[in-house]
């Protein structure tokens, strides 16, 4: 369903679903940023806890743990968004009367 490594397709290969509507916006990366700071940010001080590492070491060890599962995490997310918002039908907002307008 990608055409890139985040980049969506114009149309579902199998069934022609249009993939133009898709539009999960920053959806994937509040929840990426949530998770992955709950994942992470726990472990970092456990670290500096019980090992008292000098920063060199953190910084070696929560970058890139933290930019991996990142990017890890980004594809099968927005996936996961544009199937939600798919299946629910989801549309931007509108107001009773909105249909009479042009
Ligand atoms: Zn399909």
Redesign the pocket.
Known sequence: MFAGYLKFADA??????DYSAEDAGDGPAVFIMFAVGFIVVPMALVAEVAFKPPLWVHALLWLPLTLGLCAALLRPLRAIMFALQHQHGAAQGRLDGDDAAP
């Open positions: 579902c290969p199998a069934c022609g679903l």
